[in-house]
């Protein structure tokens, strides 16, 4: 039996349930929520929960409830190795750096006095940004060395709040005005400025740190690989206009032929290397036309369409011109894993 934690909206556990329905795999829907969880799994082996880290229950606990069910020998979806970097730049810098992959160089900084002097000494512009967030909402150009010791003075100060509403309202009003939001769509983002959102009137503000990253001028898109098991596919992010960020942007391309191999390579090498079951990485390239990764992920959204990647590379970089079922290989893989009890090794 294996549990899919079960909650209605844009998620995973939609598929995962029809899944299980059609090929007879014993099941049952659970709330992680529930404080009797570690009971309610008793009579499982597995749990799929798509950790989201726009929601502030999540964030809270999610890692270390996966932590508790792998001492119980339970197989999880994300497992601790998957996800306890999660929708943190900070740690994906150490992580990304422990295997010496090809990271955008990455500075961080504990206290104003570490960050001003490398501020004195270093060139601008740098990108800025926090360690939580997505769609580029928290990520911004440290245009001089004035403007990187203001963000200095907000990290050690106040600190910058993890989801900021009005630079929300402002990207949906860019969106409206390009046909891909709609008039209720940007009215939602004006309420939700006034009365905030359960994740943001949860959230603390981010601060007692400050991050920065190499700019990599020049990239008018990032390209997105994303790696589950031993799958990858990917599809480019176009830049906004005048703007040098892509993630969100809402202008994707999937066109296989547009894809930079190298950088699927790169994917599936650091996923083996990490032991990750999904995760999805973000390419960039350097002055020197080398990728980086900027950051990773493991939950991701495929876009607004179900089939439009036109398939999959394998391991051995072999293209296979399938569906991306990604919801069902992730049950695959750890229907595979409890058949081979591989959970005490997976949690070394
Ligand atoms: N160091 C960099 N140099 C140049 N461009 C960058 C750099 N870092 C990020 N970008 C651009 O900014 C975008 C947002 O950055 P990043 O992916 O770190 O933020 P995010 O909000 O976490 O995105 P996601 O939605 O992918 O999780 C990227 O898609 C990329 O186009
Ligand atoms: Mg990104």
Same mark, same amino acid.
């Given at each position: 039996?294996?549990?899919?934690?079960?909650?209605?909206?844009?998620?995973?556990?939609?598929?995962? /349930?029809?899944?299980?329905?059609?090929?007879?795999?014993?099941?049952?829907?659970?709330?992680?929520?529930?404080?009797?969880?570690?009971?309610?799994?008793?009579?499982?082996? #597995?749990?799929?929960?798509?950790?989201?880290?726009?929601?502030?229950?999540?964030?809270?606990?999610? +890692?270390?409830?996966?932590? @508790?069910?792998?001492?119980?020998?339970? *197989?999880? &979806?994300?497992?601790?190795?998957?996800?306890?970097?999660?929708?943190?730049? =900070?740690?994906?810098?150490?992580?990304?750096?422990?295997?010496? @992959?090809?990271?955008?160089?990455?500075?961080?900084?504990?206290?104003?006095?570490?960050?001003?002097?490398?501020?004195?000494?270093?060139?601008?512009? %740098? =990108?800025?940004?926090?360690?939580?967030?997505? #769609?580029?909402?928290? =990520?911004?150009?440290?245009? *001089? /060395?004035?403007?990187?010791?203001?963000?200095?003075?907000?990290?050690?100060? %106040?600190?910058?709040?993890?989801? $900021?509403?009005?630079?929300?309202?402002?990207?949906?009003?860019?969106?409206?005005?390009? #046909? /891909?939001?709609?008039?209720?769509?940007?009215?939602?983002?004006? !309420?939700?400025?006034?009365?905030?959102?359960?994740?943001?009137?949860? *959230?603390?503000?981010?601060?007692?740190?400050?991050?920065?990253?190499?700019?990599?001028?020049?990239?008018? &898109?990032?390209?997105?690989?994303? =790696?589950?098991?031993?799958?990858?596919? @990917?599809?480019?992010?176009?830049?906004? +206009?005048?703007?040098?960020?892509?993630? #969100?942007?809402?202008?994707?391309?999937?066109? +296989?032929?547009?894809?930079? !191999?190298?950088?699927? +390579?790169?994917?599936?090498?650091?996923?083996? %290397?990490?032991?990750?079951?999904? *995760?999805?990485?973000?390419?960039?390239?350097?002055?020197?036309?080398?990728?980086?990764?900027?950051?990773?992920?493991? @939950?991701?959204?495929?876009?607004?369409?179900?089939?439009?990647?036109?398939?999959?590379? $394998?391991?051995?970089?072999?293209?296979?011109?399938?569906?991306?079922? &990604?919801?069902?290989?992730?049950?695959?893989?750890?229907?595979?894993?409890?058949?081979?009890?591989?959970?005490?090794?997976?949690?070394?």
């Amino acid at each position: 039996m294996i549990a899919i934690h079960y909650e209605t909206g844009n998620n995973y556990c939609i598929r995962w /349930k029809e899944y299980c329905i059609e090929k007879s795999i014993p099941y049952k829907l659970v709330s992680c929520y529930d404080n009797d969880i570690l009971e309610q799994l008793e009579d499982c082996k #597995g749990l799929l929960w798509h950790v989201n880290h726009f929601n502030y229950k999540d964030q809270i606990f999610a +890692k270390y409830l996966i932590k @508790a069910l792998e001492n119980r020998n339970i *197989s999880v &979806f994300p497992n601790d190795r998957t996800s306890w970097h999660y929708d943190d730049k =900070v740690a994906q810098k150490y992580l990304l750096e422990s295997i010496n @992959a090809p990271i955008v160089d990455t500075f961080v900084f504990y206290d104003k006095k570490s960050a001003y002097a490398w501020i004195e000494e270093t060139t601008f512009p %740098k =990108v800025f940004k926090l360690r939580k967030g997505s #769609g580029s909402k928290n =990520v911004q150009l440290a245009k *001089s /060395k004035e403007h990187a010791k203001k963000l200095t003075r907000k990290a050690f100060g %106040k600190g910058f709040p993890s989801l $900021d509403m009005s630079t929300i309202l402002k990207e949906r009003y860019r969106k409206y005005k390009l #046909g /891909k939001e709609s008039f209720l769509g940007v009215l939602k983002g004006v !309420v939700r400025l006034i009365i905030g959102t359960p994740f943001k009137n949860m *959230s603390t503000n981010e601060k007692g740190y400050i991050y920065f990253q190499e700019f990599m001028p020049g990239n008018t &898109f990032d390209l997105r690989v994303i =790696v589950v098991g031993q799958r990858a596919f @990917a599809h480019k992010r176009m830049v906004r +206009k005048d703007d040098f960020r892509a993630s #969100g942007s809402g202008n994707a391309n999937f066109d +296989k032929n547009e894809v930079d !191999v190298n950088c699927i +390579k790169i994917a599936l090498d650091v996923s083996d %290397k990490l032991g990750l079951q999904s *995760s999805a990485y973000d390419f960039i390239y350097d002055s020197k036309g080398k990728p980086r990764i900027v950051e990773l992920s493991f @939950a991701f959204n495929p876009g607004p369409n179900r089939n439009h990647h036109p398939g999959y590379w $394998d391991a051995d970089l072999n293209w296979h011109e399938e569906n991306v079922l &990604f919801e069902e290989w992730m049950i695959d893989d750890i229907l595979g894993k409890i058949e081979k009890n591989e959970i005490l090794k997976e949690s070394k």
